[in-house]
């Protein structure tokens, strides 16, 4: 059991509900630290959510469970915990799988420049809330692919995301099987290792593949973007979804600052870039080309 204030046992009951006011004040503090909204409509889902961490934790009632992270010094380690809870963090191996047709076509395209040059630089890619791990290790198997054809071609992945168990488990790299069934046959036969345990049902990413990434904590609204040199294109799916207008509108302008003239930026699809065509072009569906090198 816990610091919890008050005694608890197994005929407890648990199922206070999420009061109006304490559902405003989750609310307030996900908004200012992550940027996330929480309207009422999801007042239940983070009901559930926040649920596993008081019984985990042994607090007699969802009040006393967020005032103690909210109000007491105590509160600061859970903190990082109850951001993990609330995030959505659903993400799959070749997640709309149309952005990587296009980026194999498009690199494929980019590549005559680059030989031209001697292969002077890397290609800088950045998955910018990466979650689990499943988007950067996708892009990096199909540059691994490119690469297989031209040699000289070299690229890295930065990763980063806000959650700290979504970034344990992305480094791991281990997965369970039913989990790379949308990578393609060729692909895993190449990328994905059979676990040392034989007992479960995993695979693990090759060490080829891991080697091309490298992981981060980010806060896409409150750290500094000063990216050296900067990106050739950023993945940024399924995340600013969660923002506010002007949490996005800024996001993105500062996504056009951290990508070279001509860089690419991914949206989800559900997603848009509304009101940034002073930096952004769109090339295809999701897929925008920056324009404008304004700083
Ligand atoms: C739904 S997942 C998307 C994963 C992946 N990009 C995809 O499309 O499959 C959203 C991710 O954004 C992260 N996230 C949410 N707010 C964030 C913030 N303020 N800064 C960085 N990452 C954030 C979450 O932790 C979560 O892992």
Redesign the pocket.
């Known amino acids: 059991m816990s610091q919890a204030s008050t005694q608890v046992d197994a005929h407890t009951p648990w199922a206070d509900p999420l009061s109006a006011k304490d559902h405003k004040r989750v609310a307030r503090y996900i908004q200012q630290t ?3 909204q929480l309207p009422a409509s999801k007042r239940s889902l983070i009901e559930g959510r926040l649920r596993k961490r008081q019984r985990k934790l042994g607090y007699a009632s969802l009040h006393e469970y967020i005032e103690m992270v909210l109000d007491s010094g105590a509160g600061a380690a859970e903190r990082l915990h109850l951001l993990d809870a609330i ?6 191996f070749y ?1 709309e799988p149309d952005h990587f047709r296009f980026l194999r076509e498009y690199i494929l395209g980019e590549l005559a420049p680059l030989r031209a040059a001697g292969w002077e630089r890397p290609l800088r890619i950045w ?5 689990s791990g ?2 950067p290790y996708t892009i990096a198997m199909e540059m691994l692919e490119i690469r297989q054809d031209n040699p000289g071609f070299h690229f890295q992945v930065h990763a ?4 700290v168990s ?1 970034l344990d488990t992305a480094r791991r790299a281990i997965y369970p099987h039913a989990r790379v069934e949308p990578v393609p046959l060729a692909v895993r036969r190449r990328y994905l290792l059979r676990s040392r345990d034989k007992t479960r049902d995993l695979v693990r990413m090759a060490p080829e593949v891991c080697e091309k990434v490298r992981f981060a904590t ?4 409150t750290d500094s973007y000063d990216f050296e040199p900067r990106f050739d294109m950023i ?1 940024c ?3 600013m979804i ?1 923002f506010n207008h002007s949490d996005r509108a800024q996001i993105a302008q500062r996504f056009a600052h951290s990508l070279q003239p001509g860089g690419v930026l991914f949206i ?1 699809h559900s997603e848009t870039l509304t009101g940034q065509t002073t930096f952004f072009q769109q090339l295809i569906p999701a897929v925008y080309q920056k324009i404008s090198d304004r700083r």
């Not at 980063?160 to 959650?163: E, L, N, P």
């Not at 980010?218 to 609204?221: A, C, E, G, P, S």
């Open positions: 992550a940027g996330i995030t959505t963090n659903k993400t799959d997640r998955s910018a809330g990466c979650s499943e988007e980063t995301d806000i959650s979504c980010f806060n896409l609204l993945f799916r399924n995340v969660y989800g």
